[in-house]
């Protein structure tokens, strides 16, 4: 299975190759997409984390916010699924190994923990 695989297969592939890393030699022979783009955010998404079942997908971005999203739809998780607390970029999005914490870190200095339903 590609360790790769996820909606920002592409970006990751192309990112590996800039630091002079081969995906293909980790286990990605193809770097394909699974998914259409995930679009929502208005400024660079510095991280992404995947939920355990591997069907959602948290990212923190420049605009400060953390965002929801289904892996395959690559739509944001309904009821909307957006924290704005942050006042800096969002730079580090890690989740609780049963998906229902989610802990971001931003250039503002904080660590946050927000207050959302996983679905």
């Given at each position: 299975?590609?360790?790769?695989?996820?909606?920002?297969?592409?970006?990751?592939?192309?990112?590996?190759?800039?630091?002079?890393?081969?995906?293909?030699?980790?286990?990605?022979?193809?770097?394909?997409?699974?998914?259409?783009?995930?679009?929502?955010?208005?400024?660079?998404?510095?991280?992404?984390?995947?939920?355990?079942?591997?069907?959602?997908?948290?990212?923190?971005?420049?605009?400060?916010?953390?965002?929801?999203?289904?892996?395959?739809?690559?739509?944001q998780i309904r009821p909307l699924q957006l924290f704005e607390g942050h006042t800096d970029r969002v730079t580090s999005?890690?989740?609780?190994?049963?998906?229902?914490?989610?802990?971001?870190?931003?250039?503002?200095?904080?660590?946050?923990?927000?207050?959302?339903?996983?679905?």
């Open positions: 299975m590609c360790i790769l695989r996820s909606v920002f297969t592409k970006w990751k592939a192309d990112h590996l190759g800039l630091m002079g890393l081969d995906p293909s030699s980790m286990g990605c022979k193809s770097c394909q997409p699974i998914g259409l783009p995930a679009k929502g955010h208005t400024g660079t998404v510095f991280s992404v984390a995947f939920s355990p079942n591997g069907k959602q997908v948290t990212s923190g971005s420049a605009d400060k916010t953390l965002r929801r999203w289904n892996v395959e739809s690559a739509q999005v890690a989740l609780s190994p049963n998906s229902k914490i989610v802990v971001s870190a931003s250039l503002d200095d904080t660590v946050r923990i927000p207050r959302w339903n996983p679905v």
